[in-house]
């Protein structure tokens, strides 16, 4: 097959395994925070970090960055396991940043004692407003020269419970005139008295995420700590707080360094990916769920029925840079698209039915037709659908007065019936509104597939489902959960009003052939001449429900 060019990530790995860094040894971390579920933004990084290690031999550990007990839960952990394996991945070991809340503690008062830290007794607001700009100097704490001993004390009463959240934080001493706004004076630890969903109670100083993430890569062995470019700014600091562990006995293997590298974001139009957006829309009932299929959470998608094969694909396709983007809903449907062609069952469904009556077919007779399950697929075999007098089709295929070009069903012209026969439109009935309830045809017995006559030139092929031998169904069918293309940027509006408020569409009146009561749950299926279905996860053999990709 055609070979594809190495992404810039991989040219870098591979040139640092060449020139034997790290002992030519890969290893990598996917490292949600487990305050929400994944979303397709979260798999753009999950193919890079454990694609990278397989493609290189190295590996690729799951780490949970949990430093902020307040937002998370262990629901988000294991829908995070699970969707990274439904994405055809598997770690090698799972980790959490709370694991290294001691070492982190023990490197914090290491820096206190070479007075490279100090606690600081102003609000978060004073120690803003005290940064400065990237032009102009930030100013110095009043507590920044405070005695090394005091800082100490403050420091563990800040982990007793003995000092109120807010009232101080540990930070950094650095420089406050850096021409890199993370240099100056970052705070590393907070006081947060909620308990950890792993810890407990154990803990009441919190690392913050500068403080944390390059030293748990570092802890664990970690070798390319691979991130979104929001986080490029905050590589100079990560290198820092790495330098000055490894003069610590913190320090393990000699010669070894975690290099962190920043790649584009995946950002989707019509949706959003922020986790705190997302969890607004569940909070509030706006949506159904985390994995309502309007959502672009993996679980999402998954319900709705989209492969994991073709999100890797989509991601894939639009590759790994250095430049923000906004990507094209449009891609990964067309995407799922294309791979759905290649795995999902054809069947036949009627969402909008109105009666067909075949007038000279026999009363109590029913026939078995065969149906073709995949064209695209020749192993995929095929199942029996029973045909009979009375039928369902959609009421758009039939027309009383029709135009030239109509090839559905009119009075006088001959259409074909899927896998069955040919028939010839003699007309219908009405109510008293002029609503079309029956429809009227005759067929033409030597047309069943096979038949001599069969082959005759119709140029309507339609679908249908015998009345006595199909199930009711319920179909849902979406839009684009938000109606403007960008709204994750419209920081300003209140992005509730921008959701599409057409993105559900629930048809009640539909049915189904009976071999989908056998199939499972998010089974794919193509509804012939209609497009790509699911059985949704709500689904029971006594009512039937579908999602529309
Ligand atoms: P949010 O800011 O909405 O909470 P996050 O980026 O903080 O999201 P994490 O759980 O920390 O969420 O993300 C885990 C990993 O997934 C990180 O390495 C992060 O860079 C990556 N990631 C998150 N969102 C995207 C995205 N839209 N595109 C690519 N990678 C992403
Ligand atoms: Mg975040
Ligand atoms: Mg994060």
């Known amino acids: 097959g055609e070979k ?25 971390r996917f490292p949600p925070e487990p305050n929400g579920y994944l979303h397709i933004g979260h798999a753009k990084a999950i193919c890079m970090d454990f694609g990278v290690a397989q493609k290189y031999g190295g590996v690729c550990n799951l780490r949970f960055d949990d430093t902020n007990p307040v937002k998370e839960d262990t629901e988000y952990v294991d829908s995070i396991m699970e969707d990274i394996q439904w994405l055809g991945f598997q770690w090698k070991n799972i980790y959490y940043a709370s694991d290294y809340f001691q070492h982190l503690w023990d490197f914090a008062v290491e820096l206190i004692k070479e007075g490279k830290a100090y606690i600081d007794e102003q609000s978060a607001e004073e120690i803003a407003k005290q940064k400065g700009t990237p032009t102009q100097p930030g100013v110095n ?24 959240e807010g009232a101080m934080v540990l930070r950094a001493k650095i420089d406050m005139a850096h021409s890199n706004m993370h240099f100056r004076d970052p705070i590393i630890y ?44 905050h590589r100079p600091l990560y290198d820092y ?4 562990l490894i003069e610590t006995p913190l320090a393990t293997e000699a010669g070894y360094r975690p290099r962190q590298m920043e790649f584009n974001r995946l950002n989707l139009t019509y949706t959003v990916m922020s986790k705190r957006k997302l969890l607004a829309l569940v909070k509030e009932g706006l949506v159904n769920g985390w994995d309502d299929p309007r959502m672009p959470t993996i679980c999402g998608y998954r319900r709705r029925g989209y492969s994991p094969e073709s999100i890797r694909k989509f991601i894939d ?27 999902a069952t054809r069947v036949s469904a009627v969402l909008n039915p109105v009666k067909l009556i075949i007038t000279n077919y026999p009363e109590n007779t029913v026939e078995q037709m065969e149906a073709i399950n995949n064209p695209e697929d020749p192993e995929a075999g095929s199942h029996m659908i029973e045909f009979s007098r009375e039928l369902w089709m959609e009421r758009e295929d039939f027309m009383e ?53 069969s082959n005759r030139k119709v140029k309507g092929t339609l679908h249908w489902l015998s009345c006595a031998h199909c199930l009711p169904a319920e179909v849902r069918l979406y839009d684009r959960l938000f109606k403007v293309e960008n709204p994750g940027t419209e920081t300003e509006a209140d992005f509730r009003e921008l959701l599409n408020p057409d993105s559900l569409k629930v048809l009640t009146n539909c049915y189904v052939e009976k071999y989908l009561a ?14 790509y279905f ?3 996860k709500e689904s029971t053999p006594d009512k039937l429900i579908f999602n529309a990709q």
């Open 317 to 343: 396709m639009i590759g790994y840079t250095k430049y923000e983007a906004l990507n094209d809903v449009s891609l990964l449907e067309a995407a799922v698209r294309e791979d759905l062609n290649t795995r």
């Open 401 to 453: 007065d029709a135009p030239k070009k109509y090839f559905r069903m009119t009075p006088g012209q001959e259409v074909r019936l899927k896998n069955a026969y040919i028939v010839k439109c003699t007309g219908c009935k009405k109510d008293e509104n002029g609503e079309i309830t029956e429809v009227y045809c005759e067929y033409d017995p030597n047309t069943r597939s096979g038949m001599p006559d």
């Open 534 to 536: 699911n059985i949704d």
């Open 241 to 244: 707080f790495v330098d000055e």
């Open 4 to 28: 594809k060019s190495l992404n810039f990530i991989e040219q870098a790995i591979e040139n640092d395994l060449k020139e034997g860094k790290n002992g030519s040894r890969l290893q990598t």
């Open 190 to 233: 907070r006081v947060i008295k909620h308990p950890h969903h792993r810890t407990g109670t154990t803990w009441k100083a919190y690392p913050m995420y500068d403080f944390a993430h390059g030293q748990s890569d570092y802890f664990e062995g970690v070798t390319h700590s691979i991130c979104t470019l929001e986080f490029e700014v």
């Open 518 to 531: 056998e199939l499972k749950p998010l089974s794919y299926l193509q509804f012939q001449r209609i497009g």
């Open 141 to 164: 704490s009043p507590y920044r020269d405070r005695p090394i001993e005091e800082s100490l004390t403050l420091f563990h009463q800040m982990n007793t419970g003995e000092i109120e």
